[in-house]
Antibody, heavy 118, light 110 residues
Framework: EVQLLESGGGLVQPGGSLRLSCAASAFTFSNYAMTWLRQAPGKGLEWVST????????YYADSVKGRFTISRDNSESTLYLQMNSLRAEDTAVYYC???????????WGQGTLVTVSS | QSALTQPASVSGSPGQSITISCTGTSSDVGGYNYVSWYQQYPGKAPKVMIYDVSNRPSGVSNRFSGSKSGNTASLTISGLQAEDEADYYC??????????FGTGTKVTVL
């Protein structure tokens, strides 16, 4: 069974940085695109960023473009999200998800909470 | 890209059928047959229930069905059960590996 385990969340001040990780197991990580999504407290889901299996293609929501960087280490089966210039509106639970079978997200991690506050 | 529009809440009695709509534009829902639906319980990660408009992943009950007409997609839950009480989100592919989600619908089983 696919396992995705996010880590790295926490409390950070506005303007600060944080790096999230997502450790994957039980599937051939390098073969598939991976995605970060988020959900602000009491709000809906938002797509944040996707990276291709080989790491060459990266895609971002306008709300994070220029501030967030998605990357992956296929040798370690780990996905990353480097978040800079954080704002209060970035406060959310961040999920990583796989996109193995088509244009939808078939497996999700349990999420990690990022709180941006002074 | 604006979020897709869903009703904030839908309710029904056990055994009834309910339908959740998801309205977008010709640039999202109407432009691609890549609409998916996710079920989310409080404090839990979402789970895909429908993909590519009307396909069910293995293990998802056949009480869940999806359809699309023009710029509006729909999720129907038939034979409503207490365990179906959750939040539901639609999502549409936008091309170039980008996506948009719906505003979310809270389903209440009366």
């Amino acid at each position: 069974e696919v396992q995705l385990l996010e880590s790295g969340g926490g409390l950070v001040q506005p303007g600060g940085s944080l790096r999230l990780s997502c450790a994957a197991s039980a599937f051939t990580f390098s073969n598939y695109a991976m995605t970060w999504l988020r959900q602000a407290p009491g709000k809906g889901l938002e797509w944040v960023s996707t990276i291709s299996g080989n790491g060459v293609g990266t895609y971002y929501a306008d709300s994070v473009k220029g501030r967030f960087t998605i990357s992956r280490d296929n040798s370690e089966s780990t996905l990353y999200l480097q978040m800079n210039s954080l704002r209060a509106e970035d406060t959310a639970v961040y999920y990583c998800a796989t996109r193995r079978y088509g244009r939808y997200f078939d497996s999700w991690g349990q999420g990690t909470l990022v709180t941006v506050s002074s | 890209q604006s979020a897709l529009t869903q009703p904030a809440s839908v309710s029904g009695s056990p055994g009834q059928s309910i339908t959740i709509s998801c309205t977008g534009t010709s640039s999202d829902v109407g432009g691609y047959n890549y609409v998916s639906w996710y079920q989310q319980y409080p404090g839990k990660a979402p789970k895909v229930m429908i993909y590519d408009v009307s396909n069910r992943p293995s293990g998802v009950s056949n009480r869940f069905s999806g359809s699309k007409s023009g710029n509006t997609a729909s999720l129907t839950i038939s034979g409503l059960q207490a365990e179906d009480e959750a939040d539901y989100y639609c999502s549409s592919y936008l091309g170039s590996s980008t996506y948009v989600f719906g505003t979310g619908t809270k389903v209440t089983v009366l």
